[in-house]
Every structure is written in C-alpha cells, then in structure tokens.
C-alpha cells in the first residue's frame, strides 16, 4: 500500500516561507500524480497543487502561481512544495495525495492515498 508522510509546516509571518516535503513509500508507478491539497478549519480541502510523476506536468491554484513551485526527485520518492510569499489565506493542514492517473485532477474524491497532513499557519 502507498503511503504518504507530510513534514515541514510551521508558524510563519506574512511574506515568509516555507518548504514542505511529502515522503512516498510503498510500490510506485510512473503512471501516477501526486497533489497537495489544503483545509482550513470549516472548509473544503481544496487543491493548491499537481505534479505527474510521469511527465513531470505540473499544476497550479490560482491563488498560489508564482508562490508555490511543486517539484520531485528522481526516484519519485518525495514531492516538495516550496512556499513563497505566504499570506494569512494560506494557513490550514497541508495534505500530500496519490492519484493513480497520468493528469492532475481537481476533486480530492480522485485521489486514491493520503496522509496525515502538516500544519501551516501565517500569522504576524
């Protein structure tokens, strides 16, 4: 069974950053996506970001282009999504999920694997 582990979140004032890594273990394919997705209290978890371990494709929210770069190593063992510019709108649990398809969807319902999630909070 594929399984995912989050790490890196924390308390950052506006305009900081932070680089969160999402750790794969358990048999992979390259026809797969892995996505980040976010949850602030009382809301939908909502999809902020998209790699292919395939094509290495990649997708973005609008509200976090420019900000937010997802990228993997070369053993599509870990997926990093470093955080740029962060804004008080970013704060909620970061979550690290497994799609078993060649393109990136938007519907959490989609993803097949997922983990505990990381923390993130922007605060001054």
């Known amino acids: 069974q594929l399984r995912t582990v989050e790490s890196g979140g924390g308390l950052v004032q506006p305009g900081g950053s932070l680089r969160l890594s999402c750790a794969i273990s358990?048999?992979?394919?390259?026809?797969?996506?892995v996505g980040w997705f976010r949850q602030a209290p009382g809301k939908e978890r909502e999809r902020v970001s998209c790699?292919?371990?395939?094509?290495?494709?990649?997708f973005y929210a609008d509200g976090v282009k420019g900000r937010f770069t997802i990228s993997r190593d070369n053993y599509n063992r870990t997926v990093i999504l470093q955080m740029n510019n962060l804004k008080p709108e970013d704060t909620a649990v970061y979550y690290c999920?497994?799609?078993?398809?060649?393109?990136?969807?938007?519907?959490?319902?989609?993803?097949?694997?997922w983990g505990q999630g990381t923390q993130v909070t922007v605060s001054s």
């Open positions: 999920a497994i799609q078993r398809s060649r393109q990136c969807a938007s519907d959490p319902e989609e993803y097949d694997y």
């Open positions: 358990g048999f992979t394919l390259d026809y797969s996506t």
């Open positions: 790699i292919s371990s395939g094509d290495g494709s990649t």
